[in-house]
């Protein structure tokens, strides 16, 4: 069973397939596909798996492919790293209408876009991905870049792809700790804006973790339309408003940046530091009176359930907040958090009494 989503954004729209066997469906790239020529982006462990099957289909309708296999790992989600695929472009001398296609995780796939975002101003850009993160959250909506050494994912662009292909069976080969990172912003959708979503997580999680083919496909599916329609409401992370817009879909974000960067990039899983940072923005939102402690520890106890990390690590209170004033949401120097009104309604709010925000960080690393 295919289910096909629409990322409303005008002239700009572009489909989302979900489903079993599409890595072999030529005719649902074909559209994105104009020439008979591309470029796939992957990384050394992405390729022996599916590199081959892809190249396979797009032969089938012609399209002859140029394979960029990158190191894998979000340390080298970096500059030097990109640069590695505008040399490989340049030399083969891709042109304005050769589309990159991103095939792997997030950090494949953020990278990609931005290569794709700024190679010759921009060529067009096809995502397919291939671990659970990125299919229910970083291939949809637009946001690409890097990370810089002083903060994560600080250099980037929006971009859109043309299209966006989840072919669910590339699932079975991930790494159980993997799947489980990809549940934490499963989880956020149902924390931020859909409690119907969090008790169905809360009753289906088990058959998640056992990779049930039908609950996988619900969960992916209700995610990317639940992202789908934030990002078309505010593509850009304008809306100001403390009840609304793209800024909501970082939930966890600020406290987990700054676990991933300051535990050094790829120690700490970006869905583990976004499970252990959700857990600190319950914390603090509870502290503010807005959620209760039975609300807490509900949370809590579904990351734990998902076997994600609920303690951060202790990285002491100033490296934190010296980390988490480099978030992209500060404005006039003003931390800004996304923070729980209730369970399936969150907002985005500037005036977090400083004490409070010293005892969440001193609270959350002792568990
Ligand atoms: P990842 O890209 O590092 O992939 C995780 C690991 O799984 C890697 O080792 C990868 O090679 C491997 N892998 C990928 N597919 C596989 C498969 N099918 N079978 C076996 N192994 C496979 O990590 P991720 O969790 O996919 O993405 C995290 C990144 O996404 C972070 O850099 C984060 O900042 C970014 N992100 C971006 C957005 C966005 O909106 N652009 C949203 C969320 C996260
Ligand atoms: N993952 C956050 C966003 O896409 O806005």
């Known amino acids: ?106 950090v494949i796939g953020d990278m990609t876009g931005y290569a794709a975002a700024t190679y010759l ?36 662009a929006f971009y ?57 496909q619900y969960a992916i599916a209700h995610s990317c339309r639940n992202k789908a329609e ?10 100001g408003c403390e009840s609304g817009g793209r800024a909501l879909l970082n939930l966890g974000h600020t406290f987990g940046h700054a676990i991933e960067s300051g535990m050094g990039y790829g120690n700490w899983l970006h869905g583990e530091g976004v499970a252990a940072g959700t857990v600190m923005a319950a914390d603090l939102s509870q502290r503010l009176g807005w959620i209760g402690a039975q609300d807490v520890a509900r949370i809590r106890g579904l990351f734990e359930r998902a076997r994600l990390p609920i303690v951060a690590p202790d990285l002491g209170v100033e490296k934190y907040l010296e980390l988490m004033g480099l978030d992209k949401k500060v404005e006039g120097g003003k931390m800004r958090f996304v923070l729980l009104r209730e369970i399936g309604r969150a907002v985005v709010y500037g005036d977090v009494p400083p004490v409070l925000l010293q005892q969440t960080l001193e609270a959350c690393v002792h568990g």
């Open 121 to 156: 101003r921009g060529v067009p850009f096809i995502q397919i991905p291939t671990t659970l993160l990125a299919q229910v959250d970083s291939s949809v909506g637009g946001k690409t870049g890097i990370n810089h050494p002083l903060g994560k994912n600080m250099i980037g």
């Open 1 to 106: 069973m295919m289910q096909i989503l629409t990322v409303g954004l005008g002239e700009r729209s572009y489909p989302i397939h979900i489903g079993s066997g599409l890595l072999g469906r030529a005719e649902l790239l074909q559209p994105a596909l104009p020439n008979k020529r591309a470029a796939i982006v992957t990384n050394t462990t992405v390729a022996p798996l599916y590199l081959e099957k892809l190249r396979q289909t797009l032969q089938s309708i012609g399209v002859s492919s140029m394979p960029i296999i990158l190191p894998d790992g979000e340390e080298y989600k970096n500059s030097a790293t990109l640069n590695q695929i505008y040399d490989a472009l340049l030399a083969s001398r891709c042109e304005r209408s050769t589309p990159l296609i991103a095939l792997g995780g997030g």
């Open 160 to 216: 859109q792809p043309q299209l966006v292909l989840a072919d669910t069976d590339t699932l079975d080969t991930l790494p159980d700790n993997e799947l489980a990172a990809g549940l934490a912003e499963v989880i956020k959708y149902g924390l931020i804006r859909d409690l119907k979503f969090f008790e169905w997580l809360e009753q289906n999680i088990d058959k998640l973790l056992a990779r049930d083919t039908e609950a996988l």
């Open 230 to 239: 934030v990002v078309a409401a505010d593509e850009y992370e304008r809306d």
